[in-house]
């Protein structure tokens, strides 16, 4: 049996290296992009592999990255989830480490202080765009509304998160999403 070919892992790395940089908020922000080009371009996965690999990695204890590999690893197997790993985390991780350091160096400039506070919105937009990209991928309405109902008790009240996993997994399970 042979691997996938090495023009797939270079593509997989080259496109999770650029993505990398724009993973403001982590790498959750990105995944419209990411099913975009897997999905919809590449053809590389499913609608369900996909909306099944993120939920997978989610539940999952651990870093909030896991669905990388993961999606690599379906789209090419072990070679897939290293090139998607090493491809999203080597870009950012650099940068990150770099512009922490420089940042807190400077933490009293009122220029750091104002980018910090513009990022904010930017990284909420995008994490908004993957909740919708993941409640809706069917055109179905129950998990739009299962979405804004969660959102909804954690923004006003304070109700342990758990427990709305919790009751979204027996919903799941009763069938309703």
């Known amino acids: 049996m042979s691997g996938p070919e090495a023009s797939t892992l270079l593509s997989l790395f080259g496109h999770f290296l650029l993505l ?39 539940a999952a204890p651990g870093p909030n990255v896991l669905f990388v590999p993961l999606l690599g690893f379906q789209a090419a197997g072990l070679a897939g989830a290293v090139a998607t790993l090493v491809g999203i985390m080597l870009p950012s991780a650099t940068l990150a480490l770099l512009a922490t350091r420089w940042g807190h160096a400077r933490q009293d400039w009122r220029a750091v202080r104002a980018f910090k506070t513009g990022m904010a919105p930017i990284t909420l937009a995008l994490i908004a765009a993957t909740g919708w990209l993941l409640a809706a991928p069917w055109g179905e309405w129950r998990p739009l509304l299962l979405t804004a109902a969660a959102a909804l008790l954690v923004w006003r009240t304070r109700l342990h998160l758990l427990w709305l996993i919790g009751a979204g997994a027996a919903l799941g399970m009763a069938g309703w999403v």
């Open 20 to 58: 990398s940089l724009l993973s403001i908020g982590g790498a959750i922000t990105v995944a419209p992009d990411m099913h975009r080009w897997m999905v919809a371009e590449q053809h590389m996965l499913t609608d369900p592999q996909f909306a099944s690999a993120i939920a997978i990695a989610q």
